[in-house]
């Protein structure tokens, strides 16, 4: 086998849903809702499979052109700058290949990748296939009030500027963050520009829970910061977004400067994803765009909904002894035995680690209380 897979033959996400399988076990180890997407969603997949032969075949590479022009004319308005739906997006299979594309494109031998602990597992692989070598940087818990948030998870700015070196490319951050749950405030999304700036360094930006927070809790796009958009690469997925995850519709988001790149490795590797679901996720985000900030719409009433099941799944895991960080946003909380938070850190800083757990709460709510019936036999 090639040295660039060396290593990397075991992966956290097939290997535990095996086992669920395996064992019938309540599954709130992996990030998936166990319900269905809304109805309008589904609608739309079923008119786009019976939308005659176009929909069953090849479309436009980098994406079918009425998904880039919503995603582009919808995230203009959010990012506050005209984005160009043929030259500054990428439609991709699910943020999973969006974050490959990135890294192959951008990541030569010898690079530095910074990310930001505790991350979602591929990260490291993906930059380990790019050629390039992870450097690591951990969020800390700075207090403990009576309530423990991901809130209370922070970078040291002194710490993180250290990682900082002239073979530094990218830094890689995940807001909401899988599996802490925090949400970056918009200074500390300034301190890592500022030194993105500095040092002439690409932000790769996994936003797939954008519209997951909790409590009041703003999601910022760091690609929205004053000399931001000309250096970073926002990811995005459809699945998250309307809880369809099985579509595997995803993007990248940038200026076309870069994202030229990631073309290039998609022209060559996949040339596009699924016409039908793509047609499917560009008429669920007309109808967000129409209903967007009113009560209608799916990105105001999933995180409501979500934010119940939050609080449930809190409540459970203190009522038998455990200790559940409350996050800010996303679909998980760490604090107790499906996926060990180890995973989500490096082989040098694991051990610290150790004593979490996380729980993932899209579930039915039937599922929460199976899980909860188990956790309390086991107290
Ligand atoms: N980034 C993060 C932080 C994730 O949790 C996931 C998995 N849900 C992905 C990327 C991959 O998303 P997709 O299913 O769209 O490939
Ligand atoms: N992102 C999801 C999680 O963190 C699932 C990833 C996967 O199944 N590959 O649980």
């Given at each position: 086998h090639a040295r660039r897979i060396e290593g990397i033959d075991k992966n956290i996400w097939v290997e535990f849903t095996q086992l669920a399988a395996d064992y019938k076990a309540v599954n709130l180890g992996q990030g998936f809702p166990d319900f269905s997407p809304p109805s309008f969603v589904q609608e739309a997949f079923?008119?786009?499979?019976?939308?005659?032969?176009?929909?069953?075949?090849?479309?436009?590479?980098?994406?079918?052109?009425?998904?880039?022009?919503?995603?582009?004319?919808?995230?203009?308005?959010?990012?506050?700058?005209?984005?160009d739906p043929m030259e500054d997006i990428l439609v991709s299979v699910g943020a999973y290949q969006a974050l490959f594309c990135t890294f192959q494109a951008l990541i030569d031998e010898g690079d530095e990748v910074i990310i930001v602990e505790p991350f979602f597992d591929c990260y490291q692989p993906m930059v380990m296939m790019a050629g390039g070598t992870a450097v690591y940087v951990p969020l800390k818990p700075v207090c403990c009030g009576p309530v423990l948030s991901s809130a209370d998870w922070v970078l040291s700015p002194e710490e993180l500027a250290s990682k900082f070196s002239p073979r530094t490319k990218a830094i890689v951050i995940n807001t909401p963050n899988n599996p802490l749950g925090k949400v970056y405030q918009r200074e500390e999304l300034q301190m890592i520009a500022d030194l993105c700036i500095k040092h002439d360094v690409i932000c790769i930006s996994d936003e797939v829970y954008e519209w997951l927070t909790y409590?009041?809790?703003?999601?910022?796009?760091?690609?929205?910061?004053?000399?931001?958009?000309?250096?970073?690469?926002?990811?995005?997925?459809?699945?998250?977004?309307?809880?369809?995850?099985?579509?595997?519709?995803?993007?990248?988001?940038?200026?076309?400067?870069?994202?030229?790149?990631?073309?290039?490795?998609?022209?060559?590797?996949?040339?596009?994803?699924?016409?039908?679901?793509?047609?499917?996720?560009?008429v669920s985000f007309q109808r967000e765009y129409d209903v967007f900030g009113t009560e209608e719409s799916y990105f105001h009433q999933l995180p409501i909904h979500l934010h119940e099941k939050r609080l449930r799944l809190a409540d459970c895991l203190k009522s038998v002894g455990l200790k559940p960080i409350l996050p800010q946003g996303g679909y998980f909380m760490i604090g107790l035995a499906t996926i060990p938070v180890s995973a989500f850190y490096s082989p040098e800083h694991r051990n610290e680690f150790q004593k979490y757990i996380r729980f993932c709460f899209v579930k039915e709510d039937t599922t929460l209380q199976a899980a909860e019936d188990i956790l309390r036999q086991w107290s």
């Amino acid at each position: 086998h090639a040295r660039r897979i060396e290593g990397i033959d075991k992966n956290i996400w097939v290997e535990f849903t095996q086992l669920a399988a395996d064992y019938k076990a309540v599954n709130l180890g992996q990030g998936f809702p166990d319900f269905s997407p809304p109805s309008f969603v589904q609608e739309a997949f079923c008119k786009a499979l019976n939308g005659g032969f176009p929909m069953h075949q090849y479309t436009r590479a980098f994406g079918h052109p009425n998904l880039v022009k919503i995603l582009a004319k919808f995230f203009s308005r959010i990012v506050g700058r005209e984005i160009d739906p043929m030259e500054d997006i990428l439609v991709s299979v699910g943020a999973y290949q969006a974050l490959f594309c990135t890294f192959q494109a951008l990541i030569d031998e010898g690079d530095e990748v910074i990310i930001v602990e505790p991350f979602f597992d591929c990260y490291q692989p993906m930059v380990m296939m790019a050629g390039g070598t992870a450097v690591y940087v951990p969020l800390k818990p700075v207090c403990c009030g009576p309530v423990l948030s991901s809130a209370d998870w922070v970078l040291s700015p002194e710490e993180l500027a250290s990682k900082f070196s002239p073979r530094t490319k990218a830094i890689v951050i995940n807001t909401p963050n899988n599996p802490l749950g925090k949400v970056y405030q918009r200074e500390e999304l300034q301190m890592i520009a500022d030194l993105c700036i500095k040092h002439d360094v690409i932000c790769i930006s996994d936003e797939v829970y954008e519209w997951l927070t909790y409590d009041g809790t703003k999601h910022v796009k760091i690609a929205s910061l004053p000399g931001m958009w000309e250096r970073t690469v926002t990811i995005g997925s459809a699945g998250k977004t309307f809880s369809a995850t099985g579509w595997k519709v995803g993007w990248a988001m940038g200026s076309g400067h870069i994202l030229k790149h990631l073309k290039t490795v998609h022209q060559n590797s996949v040339y596009h994803c699924a016409t039908a679901a793509q047609e499917a996720v560009a008429v669920s985000f007309q109808r967000e765009y129409d209903v967007f900030g009113t009560e209608e719409s799916y990105f105001h009433q999933l995180p409501i909904h979500l934010h119940e099941k939050r609080l449930r799944l809190a409540d459970c895991l203190k009522s038998v002894g455990l200790k559940p960080i409350l996050p800010q946003g996303g679909y998980f909380m760490i604090g107790l035995a499906t996926i060990p938070v180890s995973a989500f850190y490096s082989p040098e800083h694991r051990n610290e680690f150790q004593k979490y757990i996380r729980f993932c709460f899209v579930k039915e709510d039937t599922t929460l209380q199976a899980a909860e019936d188990i956790l309390r036999q086991w107290s």
